[in-house]
């Protein structure tokens, strides 16, 4: 429950600074919030988007620590990764998202010495508890 903590609270702070300064500078990062959301949606980033993620995510890590041995470097190279192609879809999703993954990936690195599925868990539910946050606002906002 840290990282789900710790994401939230990063990706939040980080969001509104990153909107904040834009603005200081003419430029609109933020689409509006959707007003609504399908069940198709709300499962989708809920369940979906977290398994498929988490799983994608222990592989870059395992392809990384090829590579590198050095856990903040690994998650740091994770969390732009997973920015960049979250920001493909929204620039202003990239810097929640890069806060969000470096925690999942933290979680994921220290608990992969106890075992893979644990990692996958660490990782996993706090990224769809972070969706399921994101999910109650925007139908909240209906």
């Known amino acids: 429950m840290l990282s789900y903590a710790v994401a939230l609270f990063l990706s939040v702070c980080l969001s509104i600074a990153t909107d904040w300064i834009a603005l200081q500078f003419g430029i ?25 993620e988490s799983l994608l995510l222990g592989l870059t890590i395992k392809g990384l620590s090829r590579y590198f041995n050095q856990p903040c470097l690994i998650a740091g190279i994770c969390a732009l990764i997973f920015g960049a192609a979250h920001g493909l879809f929204a620039l202003s999703w990239f810097f929640g998202t890069v806060c969000s993954f470096l925690a999942f990936s933290y979680a994921y690195l220290y608990w992969s010495g106890q075992s893979l599925r644990q990692a996958y868990v660490a990782a996993c539910v706090p990224h769809m508890l972070i969706n399921l946050t994101a999910m109650i606002l925007i139908c909240l906002g209906n």
């Open 28 to 52: 609109v990062m933020s689409d509006p919030p959707p007003r609504s959301a399908s069940l198709a949606e709300f499962f989708g980033a809920v369940i979906f988007a977290p398994v498929v």
